[in-house]
Every structure is written in structure tokens, then in C-alpha cells.
């Protein structure tokens, strides 16, 4: 079988991201933002995707943290989608439930090959520490566009910002598994179209 590893480097005016995966690792993280809760966030997705992670960013923080977040978004989709590949002999769909306290939620990945993110979160205040929660959206659509799945994330319930964001990375990060799985009953592409 094939490694499913990949690296890439994305380098703008404002930011350098470089990301590095493995899909059949032990949830290995090894991630410097400059932004401690969205690496908090990023570690939830290697730990509960069981998916080594190597993440370096840096961003023109002194602006705002929105360049940072969206590109670590497109660069971990674009990594995620190399190491993939032609996606023959995975499940496909994935979906995870996740609680923490009073807090919920869903989230449901297809790697269908086109684009598609329904985001419902309404979090209970704008920012976890210094960190604007509105960013978590602008990630998810970065990494959707370059990893071309479609992504359905939901809170369901939740009164505290940083159970709802840890509820909804752990979610990401075990529907990422279950989907990424290899299905020891075909090595054929998931899809009636024969590609995805």
C-alpha cells in the first residue's frame, strides 16, 4: 500500500504556511501558529483523526489573526487532498458526534470531490481569550475549497465558545478518520461515477 503523506508550502505577502500529513499515523502533532487556542483546536484533529500533523505558520498576526487561520485552512486542504490521492479503496463518508459538558456537536465529511460547506454554529460569545471565533469558519471554507469535500459542521448545543469550538475539532478530526479509513472489502473508487 501506498504511504499517504504529503507536504506543502503556501507563501503569500501576508503569510508562509507549511503543512505536513501523514493519513495512517498515530495523531502526532507538531503545530506552531502563534495563535495557542487554534493550535489547541489543530491538535484536537490529529489526536481524534489519528492523523500526524506538522503544521508551520507564520502570518502578519500584528494585522490579524483572518490570513493565518484561512491560509492554514487552504494549505492543510491542499495537503490532505495530495496524500489522499484518487481516493480508491477509502469509505468516503465519515461523521462524528462529539460532547464535552453541555456542549454538542455534529460533523459529517464526504470526499466527494467538489467543494460544499454548511456551517450552523452559533457560539455563545466572539472570542475564546483573544481569539475572534469567527475565524473557525473562514479555516473550515479554506480547507473545504482545496480539499474538495463537502463538510457539514453543526453545534447543536453549548453555552460555553471554547467547549462548542473543542466539541466541533474533535467531531472534524473522527469524521476525518472514519471517512480517510481503507475499507478492506474493495480497493474501488466509492463513487457509481467510477471518480471522485
Known sequence: MADRKA??????LETRIEVAVNLDGSGAADISTGLPFFEHMLDQVARHGR??????????????????????????GQALAEAVGDKRGIFRYGHAYVPLDEALSRVVVDFSGRPGLEYDVAFSRGRVGNFDVDLLHEFFQGFVNHAQVTLHVDNLKGTNAHHQAETIFKAFGRALRMALQRDPRTVDTPSTKGSL
Open 51 to 76: 492523523i500526524d500533523v506538522e503544521i508551520a505558520a507564520h502570518g502578519d498576526l500584528d494585522v490579524d489573526a483572518h490570513h493565518t487561520v484561512e491560509d492554514v485552512g487552504i494549505t492543510l
Open 7 to 12: 507536504s506543502k508550502t503556501r507563501e503569500t
